[in-house]
């Protein structure tokens, strides 16, 4: 005697895999409530220390003035040296090579070039 039919699970696997997912989705959205709760009572409790405190300025970041940062400097490969792939810099506006450490008077900082 056959207890337990195949058709009898395979709609049961359905019936337990729909449940699941239901029930997945329930609490993502749960979650996602406590998570926009949470945010709103930090940003409240940001406004209470705000009026009870001072703000405080942050320490502006000090930029190193050379020419690793300036917007002027151009790396060329030098063919004729005795190391091979070595590269040396150019300033645009001098035309004369630079350390990477030098400042010069003509130095414009590059944001794309600092902190890479």
Do not use: W
Not at 2 to 29: A, C, E, M, N
Not at 31 to 58: C, D, M, T
């Amino acid at each position: 005697m056959k207890s337990f039919s195949p058709d009898l699970f395979f709609y049961s696997t359905i019936i337990f895999f729909g449940i699941y997912i239901v029930l997945q989705i329930y609490i993502v959205h749960k979650l996602k409530i406590i998570i926009s709760r949470l945010f709103e009572i930090i940003f409240h409790f940001e406004n209470v220390l705000i009026k009870f405190k001072l703000p405080v300025r942050a320490k502006p970041v000090k930029i190193k003035k050379n020419c690793q940062t300036c917007k002027y400097r151009l790396a060329y490969y030098n063919n004729n040296s005795k190391f091979p792939g070595y590269l040396y810099y150019r300033c645009q506006i001098s035309k004369k090579k630079v350390a990477p450490n030098f400042l010069c008077k003509d130095f414009v900082f590059d944001p794309q070039t600092y902190n890479v």
